[in-house]
């Protein structure tokens, strides 16, 4: 049983470390956007900001995949 505890303990330990990992892409991605359209907003065609906020969209979306299965996680485990 013991081994067992161990086992399932490393898994959901290499699962946040992929999780974390993960999330530091679009995270970058969103504030390299939001700095540039920010600093230089006016000056980005139109055509370019609306492709920067979906891209914006698009990431946020992804990372609330991450989170929900990150509390799928916790609440199985806290059971």
């Known amino acids: 049983m013991n081994d067992e505890l161990r086992r399932l303990s490393d898994l959901k330990n ?9 999330l530091r892409g679009p995270i ?15 000056k980005i ?5 609306k492709k920067f906020l979906t891209d914006i ?3 946020s979306d992804y990372m609330l995949g991450l989170l929900n299965d990150l509390l799928d996680v916790s609440a199985i485990e806290s059971r």
């Open 28 to 42: 970058g991605l969103i504030k390299m956007v939001a700095d540039s359209l920010l600093l230089g907003g006016e």
């Open 45 to 49: 065609p139109q055509d370019a900001r």
């Open 57 to 59: 969209s698009q990431q």
């Open 14 to 22: 290499k699962f946040l470390g992929v999780a974390a990992h993960d």
